[in-house]
């Protein structure tokens, strides 16, 4: 009873937020790429996923990998206030992850964006299926963001020409935050977004049993 009590006050107040709708994304390699929103049930693999680049000292994949963990752990143990998390995977194995949260009804904070397989622009399409969650699925007007590395710099800040708001600090810390609005989203959404909805169940299906990584060949730098 006292453990029950103790656990209800920890956690934040669960509320209702619609849910990202499957997509399916054909990849320069033919194969497609599903993206999917997590289940509370599938954090417990994608922390193994995780887990080992944290000792990846190349693209800076130590610090978002470890940030990363950490914040998906406190998705999964109910200690963050209305998180979400996107995973692409190919023929079920996990191919990129992206994950961040809401702020209120009208902003976004987009924590990161972690891939495994490289090569195929999985995270780009996935960073952009994140930025479609904020925009289109929850309806907000701006999602804050800063980076990292010094490809997510150029792939975000860069590319989607984002705002700088120097006096916005980001949760994550660091320099000031970078944020999409509305009308920069309006503007690069149809050269950045892509696939298509429904998934053919069949292919939906795919994803729906998580897959480890047999290896991470295209990541510079790792050693089992």
Not at 120 to 147: P, S, T, Y
Not at 157 to 166: G, H, S, T
Not at 199 to 208: F, G, I, N, Q, W
Request: overall charge neutral; charged content about 25%; glycine content about 6%.
């Amino acid at each position: 009873m006292i453990l029950d009590e103790l656990e209800k006050r920890l956690r934040p107040p669960a509320r209702a937020v619609p849910s990202y709708p499957p997509k399916v994304i054909v990849l320069a390699s033919g194969k497609p790429l599903v993206v999917r929103q997590a289940e509370n049930d599938d954090i417990p693999i994608l922390l193994e996923a995780i887990e080992p680049l944290v000792r990846v000292r190349k693209d800076f994949y130590d610090i978002v990998a470890a940030r990363m963990y950490a914040e998906l752990l406190s998705q999964y143990l109910h200690r963050t206030l209305d998180p979400y998390c996107l995973i692409g995977t190919i023929d079920g194995v996990i191919a990129s992850i992206v994950n961040g949260r809401m702020i209120d009804e009208k902003r976004g904070m987009s924590y990161h964006t972690l891939t495994i397989h490289r090569g195929l622009r999985c995270g780009a399409h996935m960073f952009a299926a994140k930025m479609e969650h904020h925009m289109d699925v929850l309806k907000q007007e701006e999602v804050f963001i800063v980076a990292e590395s010094y490809l997510g710099f150029k792939r975000w800040m860069i590319e989607y020409q984002l705002e700088p708001r120097p006096d916005f600090q980001h949760e994550l810390g660091g320099v000031g935050s970078y944020a999409l609005t509305r009308k920069l989203y309006d503007t690069y959404k149809t050269r950045l977004l892509a696939g298509t909805r429904p998934v053919p169940p069949e292919v939906l299906r795919t994803a729906d049993t998580l897959i480890l990584p047999d290896e991470y060949p295209q990541i510079p730098g790792f050693k089992r």
